[in-house]
């Protein structure tokens, strides 16, 4: 069963408007939650990451957005460019035991000039 | 030079075939992973290692098996190709503060 949820698979946005993607979790033991940009031919890469600690974490136009009580993180990624469109991957983590990535599913964002 | 390097980049292969894909890893980390990746369905852990003698089984690892041959070095084999393992897979290197670095990625299919 998918230990993260993400949501939408595939997302087209204008040039200088606001991407969002969201994702869910159930394991309230998940304490590392980052998110990853893939390019074609390319392995995924770490973008920005968040620990449960606090509601929201930005580096430059990209932010986290934490609801702990909700389960729930997004990104969002303010006046997207057409060197934005990827693939996005949000994960989680465990603190205690191997600490493996689990992965969603995947959101494939394309930013139409 | 690529911090993680896997080889091949492509490989095609028939059923029943025994085939390896190789990693290796600048990082000096101790910790490595192969993972699977389907469209639709994400990243999955198929084995992870956290030193040569550590080898783990992921959520996917049936038909699959690993060798951590030194730290730099994770080789993944499929003893007898199927099918439904043709995928794009990564192998990644993890330090100690959650940083996970991936190769470029192998695209195998199997015929």
């Known amino acids: 069963q998918q230990q993260v949820k993400q949501s939408p698979q595939s997302l087209i946005v204008q040039k200088g408007g606001i991407s969002i993607i969201n994702c869910a979790y159930e394991n309230t033991a998940f304490d590392y939650f980052p998110w990853y940009q893939q390019f074609p031919g390319k392995g995924p890469a770490l973008l920005i990451a968040i620990r449960p600690d606090v509601s929201e974490k930005k580096e430059g136009r990209f932010t986290i957005s934490f609801n702990k009580s909700a389960k729930q993180f997004s990104l969002h990624i303010m006046d997207s460019q057409p060197g934005d469109s990827a693939t996005y991957f949000c994960a989680a983590s465990l603190k205690a035991g191997a600490n493996n990535l689990f992965f969603g599913t995947g959101t494939r964002l394309t930013v139409i000039p | 030079d690529a911090d993680v390097t896997q080889t091949p980049r492509n490989r095609i292969t028939k059923t029943g075939k025994r085939i390896m894909l190789e990693c290796s890893q600048t990082?000096?980390?101790?910790?490595m992973y192969w993972y699977r990746q389907d469209p639709g369905l994400g990243l999955r852990l198929i084995y992870y290692s956290f030193d040569v003698k550590d080898i783990n089984k992921g959520e996917i690892s049936d038909g699959y098996s690993v060798s951590r041959q030194a730290q730099a070095k994770f080789s993944l084999s499929l003893e007898s190709a199927i099918p439904n393992q043709t995928a794009l897979y990564f192998c990644a290197t993890r330090d100690s503060h959650y940083g996970y670095t991936f190769g470029s990625g192998t695209r195998l299919t199997v015929v």
């Open positions: 990082k000096g980390h101790d910790r």
